[in-house]
């Protein structure tokens, strides 16, 4: 239900959009977030937007160089990745929550897409 693209392989300081296209149920009010685990580490939260007022959160991480938004019409989520660095390299998931909330805690969504891989080289 939920299918994330757009990762890849770039170096220091390239950008990236990936994007999380929603189907099989209607995600436009529900809050939306990215999350990432790197290589050998846990999941981290990364950004999140709101359902209703597309108010958004961030780790601070990746605050001032990620943007999160949504196209409703086209039920998708994209997360602008810009000034990247080596320690961006993660898997990256995007999910949909349990209500409209942006949340940067993990259980507060109940589903879930398939991975990206975002490698960064120095």
């Known amino acids: 239900q939920l299918q994330a693209s757009g990762g890849g392989l770039v170096q220091a300081e390239d950008s990236l959009r990936l994007s999380c296209v929603m189907s099989?149920?209607?995600?436009?009010?529900?809050?939306m977030g990215w999350f990432r685990q790197p290589p050998g580490k846990e999941r981290e939260f990364v950004a999140a937007?709101?359902?209703?007022?597309?108010?958004?959160l961030y780790s601070d991480s990746v605050k001032g160089r990620f943007t999160i938004s949504r196209d409703s019409a086209k039920n998708t989520v994209f997360l602008q990745m810009n000034s990247l660095k080596p320690e961006d390299t993660a898997v990256y998931y995007c999910?949909?929550?349990?209500?409209?909330?942006?949340?940067?805690?993990?259980?507060?969504?109940?589903?879930w897409g398939q991975g990206t891989q975002v490698t960064v080289s120095s």
């Open positions: 999910a949909a929550a349990r209500n409209f909330l942006a949340s940067s805690r993990d259980y507060s969504y109940r589903y």
């Open positions: 099989g149920r209607t995600f436009s009010m529900s809050g």
């Open positions: 937007i709101n359902g209703r007022d597309s108010s958004t």
